[in-house]
């Protein structure tokens, strides 16, 4: 009979991570949800099983994390699938931030999956196995969203250090895949996973155009279904060889292949530029 694998879903509470921890439930796998609410955590699941440990942990606090794994391998015995999906979106452009509210965002979106990466690798190293979702976004991919820069860049941190991690745990039977969501119909732009700009500056035109165009036209009318992501990421972990690189929807494919193309344009139109930068050209 086989044996179905521990997960852990930082950032469970809703969301993505929310949809995903019912789904695992409802298959029988062993899963740890951590969330900052763990009241919010337990209302939302509504799950009193054994397979099912919700706990509360701070993933910017060292200590709440090693605490929480030592709990998960002290209730499974083992950790086999770790889910980073714990963040939240900033919107304001790079003047309208302050250090501050920037710096929170790095420390969440990703310091956050730095500090649980951190204490789980010890785990897989030992075990020899194990699989790390890191959830950054097409904003990870592609950065031309105005308003969205300290997101986009804590996202595309997040897309470095995975592809560092895949290439670092290779030998030690651990596989890292960056996920790139479009727009899911999820809470994600609603309060409580978005933070606005303290400090405003209207001349920022596009910027505020862009808060105007989410607001009245892709809330609600997101493509993306999280029943179907879910599903994809439990293939996933299924899988014998992952993919690195995982885009998850539509408009996401289409906009990573815009830019794949606009890059390939630009590499070949200056082509002659960067190369001529090389000793004895």
Known sequence: METKKVWLVTGASKG???????????????????SRDINALRSEVSHSGSEF??????????????????RIVDTFGMIDVVVNNAGYGQIGTLEELSDKEARQNFDINVFGSLNVIRHVMPYFRKQHAGTIFNISS??????????????????????????????????LGVSAVVVYPGY????????????????????????????????????????????KAAAVFIEVAEME????????????YKMARDKMATI??????????GLSTDFGN
Do not use: C
């Open 138 to 171: 097409i904003a990870g991919f592609l950065g031309t969203f105005p308003g969205w820069g300290i997101y986009n860049a804590t996202k595309f941190a997040v897309a470095g250090f995975t592809e560092a991690l895949s290439a670092e745990a290779k030998s």
């Open 184 to 227: 899911f119909k999820t809470n994600f732009l609603l309060k409580g996973s978005m933070r606005l700009a303290q400090n405003p500056i209207a001349e920022y035109k596009e910027a505020r155009d862009l808060e105007v165009i989410h607001e009245e036209q892709v809330i609600g009318n997101q493509p993306g279904d999280p029943e």
């Open 264 to 273: 390939e344009n630009e590499m070949t139109t200056y082509e002659s530029l």
């Open 241 to 252: 060889t992952k993919p690195l690189h995982l885009f998850l929807g539509s408009d996401s």
């Open 53 to 70: 440990l919700p706990l509360q942990m701070d993933v910017m606090d060292e200590q709440s994390v090693a605490k929480s794994i030592n």
């Open 16 to 34: 993505l991570g929310l949809t995903l921890v019912k789904k695992l439930l409802d298959a029988g796998y062993k899963v740890a949800a951590t």
